[in-house]
């Protein structure tokens, strides 16, 4: 009985790790996987959005920064992404919104981007940052 039972338990820990490997077999369907266990976690939208804009998909990689920051409005790692990334896809203009709270509340770690974000900031503002080109 009780080795029935140990190959049972082995058995289904098998299983388990087959799939979980599945499930993280590339970097996205590993945030995928993590997002859709716990979707209430900025941390996981950010990384998901990470992924997303590695392989070009901009606007999912948005959408996914959104949410990030909507779930914690102090993730300023997202706050970055989300306004590099919409600048990138062209829209500039929709980048100022969070390219000003990068500049006004990033912590010092994040000085280097600070100050590329915040010029990139006053650009867009003074009309010469070539706004709506992500350029």
């Excluded at 970097?27 to 266990?37: F, I, T, Y």
């Excluded at 010092?108 to 600070?114: G, L, P, T």
Aim: charged fraction near 20%; include cysteine; aromatic fraction near 8%.
């Amino acid at each position: 009985m009780r080795t029935i039972l140990s190959i049972l338990i082995l058995l289904a820990l098998t299983a388990s790790t087959v799939h979980r490997n599945t499930a993280w077999n590339t970097l996205l369907s590993l945030w995928e996987d993590c997002a859709a266990k716990s979707p209430d976690k900025s941390r996981t939208h950010n990384n998901l959005g990470n992924c997303n804009l590695l392989l070009g998909r901009y606007f999912p990689a948005i959408e996914e920064y959104r949410r990030a920051v909507a779930l914690d409005p102090a993730n300023m790692e997202a706050y970055y992404n989300l306004a590099t990334t919409l600048d990138i896809a062209g829209l500039s203009v929709e980048a100022i919104g969070p390219y000003s709270v990068f500049c006004r509340e990033a912590p010092r770690n994040y000085a280097v981007q600070q100050q590329q974000a915040c010029e990139r900031l006053r650009g867009l503002i003074a009309g010469s940052g070539n706004a709506g080109t992500g350029k």
